[in-house]
């Protein structure tokens, strides 16, 4: 008996060990293809599990290291994964400070003092909570409903789902758009978020579009704005506070986003909140990530119809960063700077989707032309960190959105 157990623990350290060694290794990894994917976003997200994990392996495997050489193996692999495992949360303290810089320059370094204290309290106190990763972020009762039909252009069901605040009455707004390469999605993604902040007072309403290849560009735009005139006339039964309104989006739904509160808009617009969007589509062409899991070129073909050789002006007119004025504009002798909306830009230094330098540049251009814009760079992050919700980069996301919001709404 005791040789069977002996036997079932070595078993069980070679698993635990292969196992976690193999998803830490995603944390520096990055995914070749898009069916790998989830393992290099999900990996840095969950590394307190696979720190605990790598140190449970470890201590397994130093019961036999004496007595053989594949446990002194597995030993060095445990500890060397273990280090790994750690580099998220050893980068948080330092990321967290340049966000804090960045806020903190856009709005003032007394913004929060500016927040009602009532909405304070409904934020989160810390940018990281370890619990909070390691059991979920608690979520409430909201009030949800689901499939209201906006609109059917083409014969296309355009639909909404809102999630209503806890209490009655008209609340600050989210308008969420969701991503997918403007090719796949649904209003019902992201929903975890969409409850979080709607439990803190807020209506939140997801949208939908037309999709790509059958739709291109401007479909997707001109769903965008048939959804925020569809919200305008339904704003008492939405429960919507049109004068405290901010865009949201992920990926391709954060580019539809800024090119809705870049432009003219059928409803006024706050804020606008970019989580790792597009921002200039002829140089994401060119200047491709690597490797590239999803094949950038033939997203962006599909959804302008051919390259920016055969489309140069489309590309122009479908990338947020033309819509931010250097100056250019002039009444009488006098330049003018359109005003654009606060923007917050959210970016994984990772991401092997959109890579954070061109938000980076969008940025850059905002502060330029007097646009209040934070911008937020995660570096273990890649692209569509926040899936998972309470993982160690959406809790630093989350904490700087709900400043943002609560500040550019009040």
Same mark, same amino acid.
């Given at each position: =008996? ?39 976003? &999900? ?8 720190? @605990? ?5 470890? #201590? +397994? ?12 193996? @597995? ?40 927040? /009602? ?5 409904? =934020? ?33 069901? +355009? ?8 209490? !009655? ?5 989210? @308008?969420?758009?969701? &991503? ?31 999709? /790509? ?34 865009? =949201? ?8 986003? =800024? ?17 790792? &969007? ?25 959804? #302008? ?30 330049? @003018? ?63 700087? !959105?709900?400043?943002?919001? /609560?500040?550019?709404?009040?």
């Amino acid at each position: =008996m005791p040789y069977l157990l002996n036997a079932l623990l070595r078993g069980l350290t070679l698993l635990i060990s292969g196992v976690t060694c193999f998803l830490t290794a995603w944390i520096v990894v990055p995914a070749p293809t898009f069916a790998l994917l989830p393992l290099g976003v &999900g990996a840095p997200e969950i590394s307190p599990w696979l720190i @605990v994990a790598n140190a449970i392996a470890a #201590l +397994l495997a130093l019961r036999y290291v004496r007595k053989s050489w594949l446990f002194r193996f @597995v030993l060095a692999c445990s500890l060397f994964s273990l280090t790994i495992s750690t580099l998220p949360l050893s980068q948080f303290a330092a990321a967290n400070q340049r966000a804090e810089t960045s806020i903190g320059t856009a709005l003032g370094t007394d913004y929060l003092t500016q927040i /009602a204290p009532a909405v304070q309290g409904q =934020m989160r106190a810390k940018p990281f909570v370890l619990m909070d990763a390691l059991r979920g972020i608690p979520e409430q009762l909201v009030r949800t409903t689901v499939g209201i039909p906006v609109a059917a252009p083409d014969g296309v069901p +355009l639909t909404l789902t809102v999630y209503r605040a806890p209490q !009655t009455g008209k609340h600050p707004t989210i @308008v969420v758009i969701y &991503g997918g390469a403007w090719q796949r999605g649904n209003p019902n993604d992201d929903a975890p978020f969409s409850r979080y902040m709607a439990a803190r007072g807020y209506t939140v309403v997801a949208i939908d579009y037309r999709h /790509a290849p059958r739709y291109q560009f401007p479909a997707q735009l001109e769903d965008v704005k048939t959804a925020l005139t569809y919200i305008q006339q339904h704003a008492d039964d939405l429960e919507v506070d049109t004068q405290r309104l901010a865009l =949201m989006g992920r990926s391709a739904g954060a580019h539809l986003a =800024m090119l809705a509160a870049y432009q003219t808009s059928p409803i006024s617009i706050r804020a606008v909140v970019n989580y790792y &969007g597009p921002v200039d589509l002829t140089k994401g062409y060119y200047d491709l990530p690597s490797p590239d899991p999803i094949n950038s070129r033939a997203v962006l073909n599909a959804f #302008l119809g051919g390259s920016p050789e055969q489309f140069p002006e489309l590309y122009r007119q479908a990338s947020p960063y033309n819509y931010v004025s250097s100056g250019e504009l002039f009444y009488g002798n006098h330049p @003018v700077i359109p005003r654009l909306p606060p923007s917050l830009l959210i970016y994984g230094g990772r991401d092997h989707l959109v890579q954070a330098k061109f938000g980076r540049s969008l940025y850059d251009r905002l502060q330029a032309t007097g646009t209040r814009a934070v911008w937020l760079e995660i570096p273990w992050a890649e692209h569509a960190f926040d899936k998972v919700f309470n993982g160690v980069s959406n809790q630093l996301a989350l904490y700087y !959105t709900e400043r943002f919001l /609560a500040w550019t709404l009040r």
